[in-house]
């Protein structure tokens, strides 16, 4: 697959996110005055609504002494799910950093030291760093989803919580989400070792393109993934090219022209509907309240 | 407060949670046919679409080989969420349930046998039961959380979990809701306990309003506070009835009128306001997309 | 029971918080200079010995760069563990506490102000703080057993969540324990009030002794459990004394003396053991190592 | 670092593990016969005592109607961490399984298929399986961690939990452990591919050592630091020999003979201490209550 799909899949993730985020803060911007458990023994609930509205938030429509904690804990759920997705783009990032693979690197300072005890090298530190918030965020979250079961009309044990989680959660993502937007900005993008890791496989990734052109001209899938195994495990095992040993082999060219391997061998081929999932990717996220529906 | 704007609080908790269940269900009711990296190798993105429309589920933009797992994590926290309202639901009725105060009981068949080791004691142990799986429901929400950062493309890491927590979060959900649904169909509600409590206090619950009644009248909120809580202690630790403390305290009867004074003791006017509330919450829970909203 | 013992069992799962974190923090004790990898390569495996020993702390046997984490996250648990023991104590106090009960309060200072809405009121609400802290510690717990997957030799991804989860769960912690240990030292003790709640069951609390002596001199349980909970419904929802039923019915007479029936109503009698509770209990505190042993 | 010691270091973390359940089972394993409030209304405490020795388990000292739950809860943590440890090596193993490092792999049957897409894959997939189910473990320890605050003598909210707790985690967790085992059992280790991949490096890795070399001929670690680096980063980025490259360097030969340099890049000399290490960890786990001790 490209670079550039993977960042497609991400973002797209990060649409859904700020769908849920402006739901989630719009659940939780809410006012009451409704007195001490929720009756409006002092105030007729025309005020609550009015102060309300001036001050540009919704009102609880029905509310004991306080606003009640479902609404908190949803929006600290999703605090913590953003965090789980730039936890997921860091743990690729950091894979991809990898001195295996090197497709990419934190972008490393000219007077920037390495590693202390290691000088040559250059670690994925900062993507190592929101990979662990994401964890403290879960926690946050379990603390959240506690926190609804008051006694009564309200007993204040949700409050020192929320001393810890409300300033915690939200400045922790901050920080994550400010982060890892550096470090995408700044990202060291090596296309080249991208297309020799590629390479590295000697024709195995179009293995199962392989297979699907076999059984479209008719042979069993099992015959087919037999055929397409043996070769491939060769390769793997023996080293050599796939494509050669393919190519070398009356059972496969006498079903498949070499053009029609060259095709099941061919990015191009392979990469061909990218750009119509970018288009429908970026039109829905537009409209996030319309991705992925039916109609 | 009633014990129907109590129900009317959860009814309006559980307004919140269908849509926040109708809108998770919705974002994890998505199908791909994009191929083992999502690039539509071997079919078209039209195809997809198509296939997905006949389901009548949504598709996924930008896919890898799997559906991307944000979207099952955000729907497990909302079951985690549900599960929490029920929690509170059932915390509350076991509070209420309690032998000192004895308000609701579960139902009880007559042939049913009380606790084993103490016949004459019903227990609540259908809402302790409910109050329980809460805590389990959590746990899943944690695991669901942890399951979006899959190595590359894909790994099958999630598959193992999502073994346990769609059945089992699921499962219990189902449980907890039939539970407590029977329960409070058949909640034995002693109306006369909830007087007879309400009158434990010998007028303390007004004494708030009676509060507000001075300030208005002129008096400091620390003087009127003053007075109001010297009363109040009187009555908390040596017996007799708040109201007449309140009305033998010439401090007092200078300011407010026997008239006014009976008005913050009334229950009728510290109630006033109860069929309001239901009013614009059960409007807003019919259409619960535009709750709470601002304009 | 007595408000004694329900402190003695709280001391003695103290006691076992002391143990189980005085082994974790041994654990978590211990140091390491072995290397980037964990390999020596440039010092003896004698030094880092010495040096451990000459700062009273344990070596890591086997490292990598860093000490393994399951010592940290096993500390972590401990911490949380004992956070949920506080909840637990004063998740009771608070029932204790409440207006219907008013077993013991939190003590409330001459110049102290009540509910701000509700004068009256002494909320005890330091156990509902100490209550919502142990939610942040669980928290604190799920990010700590996530801490221990690093990628190779060591990633840095533990770092970010140590900085947090150090600090905020060791002062947290020591918040819960002063503030608790200070409310226990203060707690105002309602000895008349207890008594006061306990006749408030009109002799229901001895329902089950009656069962167990009436299965003694030869009924079944079925028919002893009849006779019991028939009478205690009676006064369940009839009102009148326990016993006088009891006394009064020729069933139970026939069966048992008036001493025995005076036997199974006698507070003496069920709390007879207590101190040989207390005996057995204190000896094993103060030798944790022992406790609950089997020889 | 060699691959022995990796696994001694998981070897020593599962001896921790093996201490820690043992005590958490001691803990666990406890009877009472206390009576419904724990004050053995109806039987003496010495009773209790016997049976549970008869049983080979311990009794609780001082009890309500149930055996306190933190005992539970400490057991469902160690089980929790044991599994953290598991997810631990699996996530290295799946590491070192990957496309690019091929140092070990999962034993793959002669008639076993590969990845259904690609065939010429071999997936990691049970030690995938075992990460996974990590993280449902941890669910359950916050479910036992909020399980202690009973009400009162008790609730059965606990019940509920551990229905699905205690057989849950425990299957969980022994499915695990047989599963990783045999996976270590017949793990092909590929010791070629790891000797190759280390001259990947094309000596980098023993950059850490020469740089110590440098400083304790009396250069400053920011000079020394500068030296090694400047190489290390050609290296990295030109291609070429480390050791080369070093050697051709007037400012390190006249610092360091040649002897001192092949010293430095040898890897007999990284590893002379791995036996040591060996040694005192295999000496300590044999008395794991004596492991990292002081004396």
Redesign the interface.
């Known amino acids: 697959?490209?670079f550039g799909?993977k960042l497609?899949?991400y973002?797209?993730?990060m649409c859904?996110?700020r769908a849920?985020l402006k739901?989630a803060l719009?659940?939780a911007a809410?006012g009451k005055i409704?007195?001490?458990?929720?009756?409006?023994?002092?105030l007729?609930?025309d005020l609550e609504e009015e102060v309300c509205?001036r001050l540009?938030?919704?009102?609880?429509?029905?509310?004991?002494?306080v606003v009640?904690r479902?609404?908190h804990?949803?929006l600290i759920?999703?605090l913590?799910?953003i965090a789980?997705?730039l936890?997921?783009f860091s743990?690729?990032f950091?894979?991809l950093a990898?001195?295996?693979?090197r497709e990419v690197e934190e972008e490393f300072g000219a007077g920037q030291?390495?590693?202390s005890?290691?000088?040559?090298?250059r670690?994925p530190?900062r993507f190592?760093?929101?990979?662990?918030?994401?964890?403290?965020m879960?926690?946050?979250?379990?603390?959240a989803?506690?926190?609804?079961?008051?006694?009564?009309?309200r007993?204040?044990?949700?409050?020192?919580?929320e001393r810890?989680?409300f300033p915690?959660s939200t400045a922790?993502l901050d920080f994550m989400l400010t982060r890892l937007a550096g470090l995408v900005e700044t990202l060291v993008v090596n296309e080249e070792q991208m297309r020799a890791?590629l390479d590295?496989?000697r024709g195995?990734?179009f293995?199962?393109?392989l297979?699907?052109e076999l059984t479209e001209k008719g042979l069993s899938r099992e015959a087919a993934?037999a055929l397409?195994?043996r070769h491939?495990?060769d390769?793997?095992d023996k080293g050599g090219d796939?494509r050669d040993r393919v190519l070398a082999d009356p059972a496969i060219t006498e079903t498949l022209s070499k053009e029609e391997i060259d095709r099941a061998f061919s990015l191009d081929?392979?990469?061909r509907?990218?750009d119509?999932?970018?288009d429908?990717?970026l039109e829905?996220?537009d409209e996030p309240s319309s991705?992925?529906?039916?109609s």
């Open positions: 697959m490209t799909l497609l899949v973002y797209a993730e859904r996110n849920r739901t719009a659940e809410v409704s007195g001490a458990v929720g009756t409006f023994a002092h007729p609930p509205e540009e938030i919704g009102f609880e429509p029905a509310s004991t002494q009640q479902d609404r804990a949803a759920c999703v913590s799910l789980a997705s936890e997921k743990v690729e950091r894979h990898r001195t295996e693979v030291k390495g590693s005890a290691m000088p040559h090298k670690n530190w190592e760093n929101v990979t662990g918030l994401a964890r403290v879960r926690g946050y979250a379990v603390a989803l506690e926190n609804g079961a008051l006694w009564h009309e007993d204040i044990s949700n409050s020192s919580v810890v989680i915690d922790t890791n590295l496989t195995l990734a293995s199962g393109t297979l699907l993934y397409v195994q491939a495990m390769t793997w796939y081929q392979s990469l509907h990218i119509a999932i970018f429908r990717t829905r996220c991705e992925g529906s039916k």
